[in-house]
């Protein structure tokens, strides 16, 4: 196996034995040959799209297979088996469908032929199909990080589909750009401007997600989170999926079961329609690389809907589930729901009703809830604050959390920006500070949590409108500085998504990501001025100097 598509991978190069996620050689393995098919797979999708032939089943198909492949995801080995089965199906239907002859077909790449049915034949060909496959490291390069933005888009799309909401350009793109890295004619030019073009299309696909959100839940508020607990018997849901929350409050209610976030879903605590419910009782815990921890002490079932799931110990993988596109070897996994249905939790439900309510941990508040709409709500007591100099900068403190020790940087500059700042966040990073006592500036917080990592939006929309209200025309000159913690591909496309719309200067850590050779690091550099994190005293200060 060669995996470096997150942030933690083996000394900062590739993970080769292992991943230090946890995940297998043959899963590796697995995942590779399931992103290489789907190449080949979007090959045919794109030409059935210009004969006008019906690809609405493979779209789907596609985006859940790269959400799948998200780092922290699924680690199923079986999950992977029965999906690359069924997308040879796919292609075999569509080259029949497309009716192509037998030179069309030889023509066209190995990944689009190739087909198989043993798990023999599966890891014979894992072995020379892999990320290593591309031999110019640049090339690679921006393969991979195209790649990578594309995972994210489909994350962020499957979201909104599964909330009713679809755009088939997006389709499209993650189509025409996974058979793009199949074309050794392109340049690496030609795959820079895919690269920012993929930017484009993950704006375009968090946008998506939050009117889908929006609409069904309401717009988040200004929320004051209770992270200590009842003594009802509990269930926890982490992840990142809003209906699947839902379709659990609706089964809980009344049951005399309580309902607690855990990371990612901690924002679901914001929404409107989630406070309706009395047995939504708050925040257990904090960022994913803590719950073999705090799942033990929660004591109740815990329903992984999405990422971040790591190996779960023996003293709860019992009442552990999956649901979605997460997947465990050995954890039970929650089928989903059929059309219109809610999924069913009751099995869920049932274990709860068993197991003692959940050890306290902590007690007390945090607030959330500052997504654009409430933002835009406060303006003008922000825009008076700016102009008056009682905020002197907001940092914008977004993206993801993780193991590395050297993430106590994030928690170190919270601490030491003056007191004129505000910090911006969204994703689990904001875990690294969101209970430090930072205080107010005028009863504006200090900490603004915008949401979940895909509502790092609602960041770059706060930002575009302050830019429309201070009547400049570059959003670089705000008095706002970027300080991004990135661990795995949802990170890269909203990375990708602020250099399409034009932001620079970013500071990017708690290191630079490995798939980036030493050229396509440089053309960031020096096109988007990209930087990475260093020291926190030196970091602080040119940050409150616009540098």
């Not at 904090?286 to 921890?293: G, P, T, V, Y």
Request: include cysteine.
């Amino acid at each position: 196996m060669f995996c470096y598509q997150c942030q933690e991978t083996a000394n900062g190069s590739g993970c080769g034995v292992r991943g230090v996620c946890g995940k297998t050689e043959d899963v590796a393995n697995l995942q590779d040959l399931l992103i290489y098919n789907l190449k080949g797979l979007s090959v045919l999708a794109v030409r059935a799209k210009q004969k006008a032939i019906d690809t609405a089943e493979v779209d789907r198909f596609i985006i859940e297979s790269l959400f799948a492949t998200i780092t922290n995801v699924n680690f199923s080995k079986k999950s992977f088996v029965k999906r690359i089965r069924a997308l040879i199906s796919f292609k075999d239907k569509f080259k029949s469908l497309l009716n192509l002859n037998d030179v069309e077909s030889t023509q066209l790449h190995d990944a689009v032929n190739w087909t198989a049915q043993t798990e023999i034949e599966f890891d014979e060909k894992a072995k020379s199909i892999g990320v290593l496959r591309t031999e110019d490291v640049d090339i690679r390069s921006l393969r991979e990080l195209l790649v990578y933005g594309l995972k994210g888009i489909a994350a962020y799309a499957d979201h909104a589909y599964v909330l009713d909401n679809e755009d088939p350009k997006i389709y499209e793109f993650i189509e025409k750009a996974l058979a793009a890295t199949l074309d050794d004619s392109l340049s690496a030019d030609q795959l820079v401007e895919l690269v920012i073009e993929c930017g484009k299309f993950g704006v375009d696909a968090m946008a998506l997600l939050d009117k889908a959100n929006t609409q069904k839940y309401g717009h988040p508020e200004i929320t004051k989170v209770n992270i200590g607990v009842r003594k009802n018997p509990g269930i926890l849901i982490s992840g990142h999926d809003l209906r699947d929350m839902h379709d659990l409050l609706e089964q809980t209610r009344g049951t005399g079961v309580d309902v607690y976030t855990h990371g990612e879903m901690l924002p679901a605590n914001y929404y409107p329609e989630f406070k309706k419910y009395d047995n939504l009782v708050g925040n257990y815990g904090s960022s994913w690389w803590l719950q073999n921890k705090e799942f033990e002490t929660f004591n109740g079932p815990i329903l992984m809907t999405t990422n971040c799931i790591v190996q779960p110990k023996d003293s709860y993988k019992d009442r552990i589930f999956t649901t979605g596109v997460a997947g465990f070897d050995g954890v039970k996994n929650i089928d989903n729901r059929n059309g219109k249905k809610q999924k069913d939790f009751s099995e869920i439900i049932a274990l709860a009703k068993k197991c003692p309510a959940p050890t306290e941990i902590e007690t007390g508040e945090i607030i959330g809830g500052f997504a654009h709409n409430q933002v835009f709500a406060l303006a003008d007591k922000v825009v008076e604050a700016v102009k008056s100099g009682v905020i002197k900068r907001f940092i914008v403190m977004a993206g993801c959390d993780g193991r590395h020790k050297t993430r106590d940087y994030f928690t170190k500059v919270a601490e030491s920006l003056p007191n004129d700042t505000i910090i911006l966040t969204a994703g689990c990073a904001k875990y690294r500070y969101n209970k430090l006592k930072l205080g107010d500036l005028g009863g504006i917080p200090r900490v603004l949590d915008a949401g979940q990592c895909n509502d790092s939006y609602s960041l770059a929309v706060i930002a575009l409108k302050l830019k429309e209200v201070f009547e400049l025309d570059d959003v670089n000159k705000l008095p706002i500085s970027f300080d991004i913690a990135w661990y795995e591909q949802k990170a890269v496309i909203v990375l990708l998504a602020l250099l399409y719309l034009g932001f620079k200067g970013m500071r990017l850590g708690p290191t630079l990501p490995a798939f980036l050779s030493l050229n396509v690091a440089k053309v960031l550099v020096e096109k988007f001025d990209i930087k990475p994190i260093g020291d926190v005293k030196q970091d602080v200060y040119d940050m409150m100097m616009g540098r």
